[in-house]
C-alpha cells in the first residue's frame, strides 16, 4: 500500500529515496536481479537511507551504487510529494527525487543488485512488471499534470 496520506498506526521503520534519471524524455529503470526482494522487476535507482544520513545525499550514494552514475545534490530535484508505504508489516517513507540529463549518461550496474536496464517513457514504463507500488510516483510525477 502506498499513500500520500499517513496510514492508520503507521510505524515508520526507515525512510527510502528513490531518483527519476530522465534523458530525452525517457526515465531509467533497473531490471531486480534474482534473489533479491522484487526479483524481476523493473523500477529507478532506490534504496534505505542510512541511520543519520541526509536523503538527498543518500539518492545520489544509491544512484551511484547501482547505476554508476555520479550526481550531486544540486543536481537533484526534490519531488513535491513524499509517499507513506507499507508493505506487510513494515512501514517506510518513499521519497522521490528526479534529474534530467541532456544525452545518455553512462551506466555501470551493480551485477548484485540488477540483471539489466532500459531506457523507457513513463507510458511504456506502466506496462512493465514495476517494483510494488511503483506506478504511483511514475504516474503523480509524469503524468499527473496532463490530466
Sequence with gaps: MISLEKIENFNKKFDVVSLFVVCKGKILLLKRQVGKPFEGTWGPPAGKVDKGEDLEVATCRETFEEAGIKVSVDDITKHEKHYYVR?????????????????????????????????????????????????????????????
Design 87 to 147: 508493505h506487510g508489516e513494515i512501514d517506510f517513507m518513499f521519497h522521490v527525487y528526479s534529474v534530467e540529463f541532456d544525452s545518455d549518461p553512462e551506466i555501470t550496474l551493480s551485477s548484485a543488485e540488477h540483471s539489466g536496464y532500459a531506457w523507457y517513457t513513463p507510458e511504456e514504463s506502466l506496462k512493465l512488471d514495476l517494483v510494488q507500488d511503483e506506478e504511483v510516483p511514475i504516474v503523480d510525477f509524469f503524468m499527473r499534470d496532463s490530466e
